[in-house]
């Protein structure tokens, strides 16, 4: 299993596990402290923002009462009768803030535009947008929003991590980074920016840093497999460090939070390093997981096992899928595994009845398969059925992918009964469709040998 396609199945862990965009602005609505600093907002600073008038003051201080009440709809009657096109941008701003609490998510955000349309340097209306187009899903009007903020002075944490994520979701990790990393200096505490920007430099491939990150999160929070999964995937982008995620993901086995996926790569990890028994171990904790949907990657993980010089393994394996699964086995599961137990057995020398058997069964299934044939006419050859066997090389050889391997098996069991002038023109097929060296040097020996013979 290559370093590429083990860090392709950790991604797939990773995405299960990591943070949303849109799950992140949902996390700071739902933090009391920035309830309380947005509720608490409705005041004015004269140094930097609109000017009201006298009477203006005395609607606000009607207003707020009402508002501190809970009584939404009244104060936003009220307001409603008094702004104007030439009304301070407060007025506006406060109506949609009122608009915002009772979740008229459209006519907040339509206030908050009239009131930086009014005054273009209200920074709390700036940043109030930016929240709002948020909640919207709207990530072009986020930018903008609070990057006129940040221009006009401001810096807060919610700002900067609202920020992040709407880069993130753009998909534009270097300011999501950037925006992330200013959160986290002013609020160093709160895991949702260390999370976000764990995520960026992981999307920007700095698995140094994403591994230092997570350290500082799994120290406070350990029982969350979801950052050692990420830690793990960090530690497999980074050289030599791979069983030092197959350690993290042994931990979060321990933690009874093992999936299917995480199992399997944990096993590939070990089978790249050489230890095909615990790879063979992980792999069937894997299946025990889920047995159905373990199928296909335990079928694939045998194969590579047997490929690799351990057949044993890969039986073992074989053999625990077919225990677990059983009847969520498809045909073509069967088959697979069926030719993979024949190959292994016969490549281990022990050729028996049971295995012919085996390969026959799989042949009824598909007459096509010619993996299977090849297999069953080896079978043959080797049990002195010549006839049988050629019948098998013959069957494998109207399958394009096999062709030239059943001319040649072909052709060796004719040279075998001295019938060398036939062998030559299946040879000769063969080195057509797919020349070797080893096959040229084998069709003059048959040559020479069909020369003598005449």
């Known amino acids: 299993m290559t370093t590429t396609r083990v ?39 004269a140094d930097i923002e609109p000017r009201v008038t006298k009477d203006e003051v005395n609607i606000l201080e009607k207003v707020r009462p009402l508002m501190a009440d809970g009584k939404l709809e009244e104060a936003a009657v009220e307001l409603q009768e008094r702004i104007s096109p030439k009304c301070s941008a407060i007025l506006d701003y406060t109506l949609a803030g009122i608009r915002f609490q009772q979740e008229r998510l459209a006519d907040a955000l339509t206030g908050f535009k009239t009131a930086v349309d009014k005054f273009p340097s209200f920074r709390r209306a700036w940043r109030n947008l930016g929240f709002v187009s948020s909640r919207l899903g709207d990530h072009g009007g986020t930018i903008r929003a609070f990057t006129r903020m940040i221009e006009l002075g401001g810096a807060d944490a919610y700002s900067f991590g609202a920020l992040a994520f709407a880069h993130w979701a753009k998909q534009d990790y270097q300011p999501s980074e950037a925006a992330f990393r200013s959160a986290l200096l002013l609020q160093p505490e709160n895991a949702q920016w260390r999370i976000g920007l764990t995520q960026c430099v992981l999307k920007e491939r700095k698995f140094e840093d994403a591994a230092a990150l997570l350290d500082v999160l799994i120290a406070r929070e350990p029982q969350r497999p979801e950052f050692w999964m990420l830690q793990a995937f960090a530690f497999l982008g980074m050289k030599e460090q791979q069983l030092r995620a197959a350690e993290n993901l042994e931990i979060v086995d321990h933690l009874g939070k093992a999936t299917v996926d995480s199992s399997f790569t944990l096993g590939d990890i070990y089978l790249g390093e050489s230890l095909p028994e615990r790879a063979a171990a992980v792999y069937a904790r894997a299946i025990d997981i889920d047995p159905k949907a373990a199928v296909a990657r335990a079928i694939r993980a045998a194969e590579v096992l047997s490929a690799r010089g351990a057949p ?9 899928l077919q225990g677990a699964a059983g009847s969520a086995l498809s045909d073509n599961d069967k088959r697979r595994a069926l030719k993979l137990k024949a190959r292994i057995r016969l490549a281990a020398g022990d050729d028996s009845a049971e295995d012919a058997a085996t390969l026959e069964e799989i042949v009824k299934l598909d007459p096509l398969d010619g993996d299977a044939l090849l297999m069953l006419g080896r079978h043959y050859q080797k049990n002195g059925e010549p006839d049988r066997a050629m019948l098998c090389f013959e069957r494998a050889g109207s399958v394009e992918a096999f062709e030239a391997e059943a001319k040649i098996r072909h052709a060796q069991v004719l040279v075998s009964l001295n019938r060398c002038s036939e062998a030559l023109p299946l040879l000769r097929r063969a080195q057509q469709i797919r020349p070797r060296e080893d096959v040229a040097r084998y069709i003059d020996q048959v040559d020479r040998v069909a020369r003598l013979q005449k």
């Open 7 to 45: 860090l392709l199945s950790i991604v797939a862990l990773a995405a299960a596990a990591a943070l949303r965009g849109q799950d992140g602005v949902d996390a700071i609505w739902r933090d009391p402290v920035f309830q309380k600093q947005f509720v608490a907002g409705y005041g004015f600073d």
């Open 312 to 320: 044993e393994q890969a039986q073992a394996v074989l053999e625990h």
